[in-house]
């Protein structure tokens, strides 16, 4: 394959690839075998999703649009186009969405003792208490707005849920129309009502009714004297992507805070969704109002903002949800999970810390398989209190509300360690919450830092330096995933605890890069974006070609979230030409055709979607029976190879590295939880073999059988 090889009909549109990836979850929510409480979870997964995708990537395109760019896309559309065809594609999805909820999940819930009730369908009793909680709690924060010829028409915030209602005035005979918005930030969206107040059951059941049908049936308090029309719903999408200058650290801070306070309000509408009951003149008025593309406008058959399903997965009825899985303690750590004090008197009480541990032998972490708190958490936290640990730096990019990791930090900084960590403010829908940390950090006395001007720092890595004797000891911890215990409950990623000198020397000089001024290209082991993670990509591609050329064997393993970059995939292409067997487990966008006559015909693409979010990086290359691994933060698009900085790290242990060859074919043998692309890039579901377990619930029964080393 020549390099000006045309991709332009051998080029998925990476937008309408998401979309594609998107259904795939709400494929989960539709399929009977997903149990009921699941099939609401991953219905407000589709829908959260997408509300970010309009946030951020439908916003960019409407954007490109209204500044006169039409550049063409790689796959050869222009913004437009790219736009008309997600549409397109997301109304069927839309319309199979709402016609699961109101068809099956409201009928199911039902039958297992959970109502999502309308006001016409609650009893005398369960009236009277919805009326009274209207009435004392919801009614005094309510703000009607009038919208005629002296009350403009009001700023629609966000993701708001509102009412557009028409009145009539009794007098005059004038219909008028207002606004109210559903106070969603107070109230929860489903209201649950005391279970005492239903006389027809018996056992334990559940019952709610949405707010904004409360507000519906109590509307005439609002506007007393006044006959109401008809009410109808509707929400806004808003961009919400920050524009940030490349300025200097001390300012960054303050900039993107004042870019969440506008984010807060809002850009440009992007998508409004309105009941499709409401009549024309209504729709015009809102989009007149808002200032809407018709092309914009999302008529929507039953309830909006289904995201909202995610509290129902509160409810405490087991067998409606996924068995419950907690990891397991690594076997290797079991030994080290003492209290505060028996680390410090480690010699009387003969105690094994995890750096003694390591420093034997690396260890590869599989979460959620492998718990997280017990390993990497752990890890941090005897560093935190060890008197031979003089420092630790951390690059944090995502992690939960109430993080052990921050308070070890913290805690670390106040027992006299010296402490670094990198906060990456502009971590998107995390910025706040990373602004957050940062502040608290830095009063603790922890040196924060906000990494690389005009790079996001991507990487997950942590080093700690030990003072053992008269030398500093490293050990580091890289991985695929945030610092987060949460996600890491709910995620699969990858990580590695190793005290390798030449591994804890990269990640000095790595965090040198990133805090100073240091234009280091090239480390010993690891590879960093965006300085040689894309050169050494490519050699490694590049390679597996030539053993194929010469008579040797080819073949290459790769596990991401996305594939998107041009260049990689036209080396794939010509990898696949020379005969180097390629298989590609590509979670979500995928931009390359398997299987095209004698494009592709080498490379097979799959994509799981679980019970747990597939996050991990893994990278595998047989280099003739010498195989190399490679595990990481990147994927394999323009961002992660050019724009951010990533840290990838070699598995050179030969247990660990066959370790990882084996997840990566218990993936790809799966045919209960997988999906694989055909030549057409259309994904089919697999049929699996009588009694056949997808992926992710064999690695959990392979965990709770305590055989951690078989894969």
């Known amino acids: 394959m020549n390099a000006e090889f045309d991709l332009t009909d051998k080029y998925i549109n990476r937008e309408l690839s998401w979309i594609n990836f998107n259904s795939r979850v709400l494929s989960l929510a539709l399929d009977k075998h997903t149990p009921l409480l699941e099939q609401a979870k991953f219905s407000a997964i589709f829908s959260n999703n997408l509300d970010e995708f309009f946030m951020v990537r439908v916003a960019s395109l409407k954007a490109q649009i209204e500044a006169g760019i039409n550049k063409k896309s790689v796959d050869g559309k222009t913004p437009t186009e790219q736009l008309k065809a997600i549409r397109e594609l997301l109304i069927p999805l839309l319309a199979s969405q709402q016609k699961h909820f109101q068809c099956h999940l409201l009928k199911e819930m039902s039958n297992n003792g959970i109502n999502i009730l309308n006001y016409s369908q609650l009893e005398k009793t369960q009236v009277d208490w919805v009326n009274s909680y209207f009435y004392n709690s919801i009614f005094p924060i309510l703000t009607p707005l009038a919208v005629d010829d002296t009350h403009p028409f009001p700023f629609i915030s966000n993701l708001s ?28 969206r489903f209201i649950a009502i005391p279970e005492k107040l239903d006389s027809k059951k018996s056992g334990q059941f559940f019952t709610y009714i949405s707010i904004e049908e409360i507000i519906a049936a109590n509307m005439h308090l609002l506007f007393p004297g006044m006959k109401i029309q008809n009410y109808y719903t509707f929400r806004v999408t808003r961009d919400a992507d920050l524009e940030l200058r490349d300025i200097e650290a001390d300012d960054l801070m303050i900039a993107i805070e004042e870019g969440l306070r506008k984010r807060r309000v809002g850009g440009e509408v992007v998508r409004l969704e309105i009941s499709s009951n409401t009549p024309k003149e209504i729709i015009n008025k809102l989009t007149m109002g808002m200032g809407v593309d018709r092309q914009n406008v999302y008529l929507v058959n039953g309830i909006l903002g289904l995201d909202d399903l995610f509290s129902l997965n509160k409810i405490p009825i087991d067998k409606l949800k996924y068995d419950f899985h907690s990891g397991k303690t690594p076997e290797l750590l079991k030994q080290s999970l003492l209290t505060n004090d028996e680390i410090n008197n480690s010699e009387k009480n003969n105690f094994k810390s995890i750096f003694s541990i390591i420093k034997n032998q690396d260890l590869l972490l599989l979460h959620p398989y492998d718990l ?37 930090l913290i805690n670390a900084a106040e027992n006299g360690k010296q402490v670094m960590a990198l906060v990456e403010l502009k971590a998107r829908f995390d910025e706040d919450q990373n602004i957050q940390w940062a502040k608290q950090l830095e009063q603790s006395g922890v040196h924060v830092v906000y ?25 580091v911890h890289i991985g695929t995933g945030n610092y987060n215990c949460k996600t890491s409950a709910n995620y699969t990623d990858i990580g590695l605890l190793s005290a390798k000198p030449e591994l804890g020397q990269d990640l000095i000089e790595l965090f040198n890069f990133l805090t100073g001024f240091s234009k280091q290209q090239n480390f010993r082991h690891i590879l960093v974006a965006p300085t040689s993670l894309r050169e050494k990509l490519e050699y490694l591609i590049n390679r597996e070609i030539k053993n194929v050329i010469s008579g040797k064997k080819g073949h290459i393993k790769a596990k991401m979230n996305s594939l998107v970059d041009p260049t990689i995939i036209k080396l794939l292409y010509k990898a696949s030409q020379a005969g180097v067997k390629i298989e590609l487990i590509i979670r979500g966008m995928c931009c390359l055709y398997p299987k095209l006559p004698g494009i592709s015909e080498n490379i097979r693409v799959i994509s799981i979607i679980g019970r747990f979010l597939e996050h991990s990086r893994i990278f595998w290359f047989a280099n003739d029976d010498e195989p190399e691994a490679f595990i990481g933060s990147a994927d394999w698009m323009r961002r992660n190879l050019d724009r951010r900085v990533e840290a ?12 990882l060859e084996r997840l990566l074919n218990l993936y790809l043998q799966d045919r209960r939880g997988a999906w694989e692309m055909n030549r057409n890039g259309e994904y089919i579901k697999l049929k699996p073999e009588t009694n056949e377990q997808a992926s992710q619930e064999e690695l959990i029964t392979l965990w709770n059988a305590e055989m951690p080393h078989q894969y």
């Not at 997950?460 to 000891?473: A, F, N, Y």
């Open 451 to 475: 990494g690389v001007a005009g790079l996001k720092t991507h990487t997950k890595v942590t080093l700690i330096i030990r003072q053992e004797d008269s030398e500093m000891k490293s050990y």
């Open 648 to 659: 990838v790290t070699p598995i050179k242990e030969p247990l660990l590295r066959k370790k």
């Open 161 to 188: 849920i509102n009412l557009a209602v028409e009145i009539k005035d009794p007098a005059s005979h004038k219909v008028q129309f207002a606004r109210i918005k559903v106070p969603l930030k107070t109230f929860d």
């Open 372 to 408: 997280f708190d017990t390993s990497v958490e752990e890890f941090l936290r005897q560093a935190s209190i060890d008197k031979k640990v003089k420092g630790i730096k951390i690059t944090l990019y995502r992690t939960s509300k109430d993080s052990k990791i921050i308070d070890y």
